[in-house]
T-cell receptor, first 111, second 114 residues
Framework: DADVTQTPRNRITKTGKRIMLECSQTKGHDRMYWYRQDPGLGLRLIYYSFDVKDINKGEISDGYSVSRQAQAKFSLSLESAIPNQTALYFC??????????FGPGTRLTVT | GENVEQHPSTLSVQEGDSAVIKCTYSDSASNYFPWYKQELGKRPQLIIDIRSNVGEKKDQRIAVTLNKTAKHFSLHITETQPEDSAVYFCAASIESGGYQKVTFGTGTKLQVIP
């Protein structure tokens, strides 16, 4: 679904570095989400935003921060990356229906 | 908070057989239950969902059942085909006044053997 895009798609970084993952959508949806996926752990919610002025922590927000620059953009930052943040990260949006539309994912490796 | 358990973690079936994946949830306030399919290297995509006021929903070869009393719901795939091979995630969601918080299960890797 090209309506939700993520950059970069793959990133290798070193422990202690700051990194930003970006998500953009052209679906016009107000609600945006950041998840991380780890083998055997499913999808876990990091942060979610219901509009530009509303940002909420999910179940695993420690070590992460977000910025909702506009309705269409929602960025996830790792202020000081650590190896256990190595994971596949997905951005998702949701409009009036209940369906969440996922981006293609960003594979992040912290060495 | 909500806790969603999903079983089995892996499932292998012969092509043409049925597959069943089961999930339980803990929060009785959950009222929306989607299922997502994630093919290898791809993003999760919604395949079917059910609301708490419905006991069963079908869409061609897939169906979902919900037992609110027992707090469990299941995905049924009949006449499985190789293209059904993927990871399936159940989820439970609380929907209230436009607010939605979704909790996902840990996933089931389904392999359909030709």
């Amino acid at each position: 679904d090209a309506d939700v895009t993520q950059t970069p798609r793959n990133r290798i970084t070193k422990t202690g570095k700051r990194i930003m993952l970006e998500c953009s959508q052209t679906k016009g949806h107000d609600r945006m989400y950041w998840y991380r996926q780890d083998p055997g752990l499913g999808l876990r919610l990091i942060y979610y935003s219901f509009d530009v002025k509303d940002i909420n922590k999910g179940e695993i927000s420690d070590g992460y921060s977000v910025s909702r620059q506009a309705q269409a953009k929602f960025s996830l930052s790792l202020e000081s990356a650590i190896p256990n943040q190595t994971a596949l990260y997905f951005c998702a949006t949701r409009g009036q229906s209940n369906e969440q539309y996922f981006g293609p994912g960003t594979r992040l490796t912290v060495t | 908070g909500e806790n969603v358990e999903q079983h089995p973690s892996t499932l292998s079936v012969q092509e043409g057989d049925s597959a069943v994946i089961k999930c339980t949830y803990s929060d009785s306030a959950s009222n929306y239950f989607p299922w997502y399919k994630q093919e290898l290297g791809k993003r999760p995509q919604l395949i079917i969902d059910i609301r708490s006021n419905v006991g069963e929903k079908k869409d061609q070869r897939i169906a979902v059942t919900l037992n609110k009393t027992a707090k469990h719901f299941s995905l049924h795939i009949t006449e499985t085909q190789p293209e059904d091979s993927a990871v399936y995630f159940c989820a439970a969601s609380i929907e209230s006044g436009g607010y939605q918080k979704v909790t996902f299960g840990t996933g089931t890797k389904l392999q359909v053997i030709p």
